[in-house]
């Protein structure tokens, strides 16, 4: 599988993220291959994929979802990340590119307050700072900004290249 994460995202329990993905065209969406967001919290001893809502995933096109971010105390949140991979009995899945665009955080709660936490929106338009997106996936992923596609009425998004990844 593939992953790209962010470590230590300023993001509290309860923070519902909507993000919008395009696929590849050729990608399996009948089941055989999957595409989430996940966190690791308390010092990573924990891991979250279950906020994934249902979503129908389109080949070739922008497919959108939320997440929300789990129950992070004690520890907090250490990462957050996007992950593509196969189901057992898949085949390997095509090289190709995912784009990530236009990510928003609404909510959450960093205390018991009756503050209203603030919507927060992240759309590369520009370059990638260096070191913010890790990859886990060795030579086989590339992480970039681009131009290619992009969500809605920006001009950027994050590219994700992939050669072949064999099932695991």
């Given at each position: 599988?593939?992953?790209?994460?962010?470590?230590?995202?300023?993001l509290w329990?309860?923070?519902?993220?909507?993000?919008?993905?395009?696929?590849?065209?050729?990608?399996?969406?009948?089941?055989?291959?999957?595409?989430?967001?996940?966190?690791?919290?308390?010092?990573?001893?924990?891991?979250?994929?279950?906020?994934?809502?249902?979503?129908?995933?389109?080949?070739?096109?922008?497919?959108?979802?939320?997440?929300?971010?789990?129950?992070?105390?004690?520890?907090?949140?250490?990462?957050?990340?996007?992950?593509?991979?196969?189901?057992?009995?898949?085949?390997?899945?095509?090289?190709?590119?995912?784009?990530?665009?236009?990510?928003?955080a609404t909510?959450?709660?960093?205390?018991?307050?009756?503050?209203?936490?603030?919507?927060?929106?992240?759309?590369?338009?520009?370059?990638?700072?260096?070191?913010?997106?890790?990859?886990?996936?060795?030579?086989?992923?590339?992480?970039?900004?681009?131009?290619?596609?992009?969500?809605?009425?920006?001009?950027?998004?994050?590219k994700v290249?992939?050669?072949?990844?064999?099932?695991?």
């Amino acid at each position: 599988d593939a992953v790209v994460q962010v470590d230590n995202p300023p993001l509290w329990p309860g923070t519902v993220i909507t993000v919008n993905v395009w696929l590849p065209v050729d990608l399996n969406t009948t089941g055989g291959t999957f595409f989430q967001m996940f966190t690791n919290f308390n010092n990573f001893n924990g891991y979250d994929n279950t906020g994934n809502s249902g979503r129908t995933a389109l080949s070739g096109a922008w497919t959108t979802w939320t997440y929300t971010v789990p129950n992070t105390f004690p520890g907090g949140i250490q990462r957050l990340g996007f992950q593509i991979g196969d189901n057992p009995g898949d085949t390997t899945i095509p090289a190709g590119s995912i784009y990530i665009d236009s990510i928003t955080a609404t909510g959450g709660r960093a205390d018991c307050t009756a503050v209203t936490p603030p919507t927060a929106l992240h759309d590369f338009e520009t370059a990638l700072p260096a070191d913010t997106y890790l990859v886990n996936g060795g030579g086989n992923v590339t992480v970039s900004q681009s131009s290619d596609r992009f969500f809605g009425t920006g001009a950027g998004s994050l590219k994700v290249s992939f050669a072949d990844l064999a099932k695991k």
